[in-house]
């Protein structure tokens, strides 16, 4: 795992897709926790796909911005390899980021994405201490999670 003080410190690409989330935050429907959460990802062939939370007045429907992303990865581009995933956060009416580390469904969706593809999947996120958190693989993120493996005869 490797923290940056400053987004400055973090390799461009990483840079690139922090925007991204930002610019995709700015599109989420998060009318009830009036949080704003933007993912956005990199594919192998450089293609990006974004995503935003989706919320619903039946509040368990709501939908984390990570796996609305991840989920349109497998939907558009089925055999594509994604190499970073970026997810940052704000609070309605307040510009400045605040800190959003993923959900444990989430990471644990992330890691069935990263075994899937057979290859790591970084993650960017901004920590509790303002911190950068990037993570090398998303399997870092959920140490001991429930695998395909369970489920083997
Ligand atoms: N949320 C995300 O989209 N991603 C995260 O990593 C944490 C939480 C959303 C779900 C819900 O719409 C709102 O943020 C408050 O939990």
Known sequence: MEYFNHLEDLDAESKYLVHKSKEAAAHAYAPYSKFCVGAALILEDGTIITGT??????????MCA??????????LHPNAKILKLAVTAHKKNHKELTPATSCGACRQVMAEFESRQGAPMQVIMLGPDKQWIKAPSAADLLPHGFSKDSLEV
């Open 53 to 62: 939370n989706q919320e619903n007045a039946a509040y368990p429907l709501c």
């Open 66 to 75: 990570e796996r609305v992303a991840l989920y349109a990865v497998t939907s």
